[in-house]
């Protein structure tokens, strides 16, 4: 069955630090992919997204991420954690078009000053 | 422009009872999807209506309806309600047609049941 896997469900980093979120999905079509992040009592919001054009996106606050075919991978980094990043985050994978969204578990990411 | 507008935000229901969730989309967009968030299983489609029409179904019982009105809105029902229903329903819309486009979300309604 197509997947979606966000390893590790709790990632804390220090303001300042790296922020790496991992994404692996399940396909050997290349897919449309995304990364979303949720505010508590707030709905999804739109990180960046993947559609063919480039391997590497910029989405919004910095983040940006890497489509890497050869690992089926789509990490989420930004150079420098802010404490207003600390929320969860969804990696998403569309396996074609006008296919519903298929989503991982989620990455709740904690900022520490 | 506005975004995705859910409404009620907060609902308690018991058990027995319907509910019925409203989504207002984004201007322009035609493709409304329903997604049921929970703490242990993450979040489940439920189901994405195009035009009017069911065009792609999750795996739920069949308590669990909805319908897409000419301009766009959605609702969705559940009839029976059960405690596991208890979840947070969340609202997303698109442009629709034929290639990809991203979805937007609203902000959710909380359901709480008793």
């Known amino acids: 069955a197509q997947s979606v896997t966000q390893l590790g469900s709790h990632v804390s980093v220090s303001e300042g630090a790296l922020v790496l979120l991992r994404c692996n999905y399940s396909s050997s079509v290349p897919p449309y992919l995304f990364w979303y992040v949720q505010y508590p009592n707030q709905g999804l919001q739109l990180l960046l997204k993947y559609t063919s054009a480039a391997t590497l996106v910029k989405g919004i606050n910095g983040f940006e991420a890497e489509f890497k075919k050869s690992e089926t991978s789509f990490h989420l980094t930004k150079p420098s954690a802010h404490m207003s990043d600390a929320a969860e985050y969804f990696c998403?994978?569309?396996?074609?078009?006008?296919?519903?969204?298929?989503f991982g578990k989620g990455t709740r990411l904690s900022v520490i000053a | 422009k506005a975004g995705v507008t859910q409404t009620p935000r907060y609902l308690i229901k018991t058990r027995g009872q319907q509910v019925t969730l409203s989504c207002s989309p984004i201007?322009?967009?035609?493709?409304v999807s329903w997604y049921q968030q929970t703490p242990g299983q993450g979040l489940q489609f439920l189901f994405e209506?195009?035009?009017?029409?069911?065009?792609n179904k999750g795996n739920f019982p069949g308590r669990f309806s909805g319908r897409q009105f000419s301009n766009s809105r959605s609702e969705m029902n559940v009839s029976t309600l059960e405690l596991g229903d208890s979840a947070l329903y969340l609202c997303?819309?698109?442009?629709?047609?034929?290639?990809?486009?991203?979805?937007?979300f609203g902000d959710g309604t909380r359901l709480s049941i008793l």
């Open positions: 997303a819309s698109s442009l629709g047609g034929t290639d990809y486009q991203p979805q937007h």
């Open positions: 201007s322009g967009h035609r493709s």
């Open positions: 998403a994978v569309a396996f074609s078009g006008n296919t519903p969204l298929v």
């Open positions: 209506y195009f035009s009017e029409t069911q065009r």
